[in-house]
């Protein structure tokens, strides 16, 4: 399975999930609340009503996500060099660590497990460089020195 497809699987079970609450969680949360009568000074049903504004925006931007993520012509990320969703190996010469980062959107990066964004300086820098290509990367610690030791493209992931 692909990338595409494991982030079209992730991107279905958040909103099932979320569905879940707002169809069943959040409707039986509410009929509580009300219960105890007076809702003008009902702390749980005022938390329900803001937790069903909040679902409904976060399931907003996943149908979005899962929109942008199905539309997304593969064939215009690079083949020969780091593009998005690559999956990059690279030495800190600063320090002598190998470190492996998937280049990802803003809304999947998560640093702690190696998912950068494409945004970042690391990945704006990485973008476009091939084996043994040396970056600096400007970061809110100071300038760090990288240098691409190998590099999967989505394209090979996917035959993979």
């Known amino acids: 399975m692909g990338i ?4 079209l699987k992730k991107v279905a079970a958040e909103i099932t999930e ?12 509410l009929f509580e609340a009300a219960a105890h009568g007076d809702l003008s000074e009902n702390a749980e049903h005022e ?9 409904t925006g976060l399931l907003l931007k996943l149908y979005e996500r899962r929109q942008g993520i199905s539309n997304m012509n593969t064939q215009q990320i690079p083949h020969d060099s780091v593009g998005f969703w690559s999956t990059v190996e690279v030495l800190d010469l600063d320090n002598d660590e190998e470190m492996t980062y998937l280049l990802v959107s803003p809304d999947e990066s998560d640093p702690k497990s190696g998912r950068i964004s494409m945004t970042s300086p690391i990945g704006r820098a990485l973008a476009g460089c091939q084996d043994g290509d040396e970056v600096a990367v400007e970061t809110p610690r100071g300038t760090r020195n990288y240098e691409v030791l190998s590099f999967t493209t989505i394209h090979e992931a996917q035959t993979d």
């Open 47 to 55: 938390a329900a009503k803001d937790r069903k504004d909040t679902v």
């Open 18 to 29: 979320l569905e879940r609450e707002l169809k069943v969680d959040l409707p039986r949360q």
């Open 4 to 7: 595409r497809e494991d982030l």
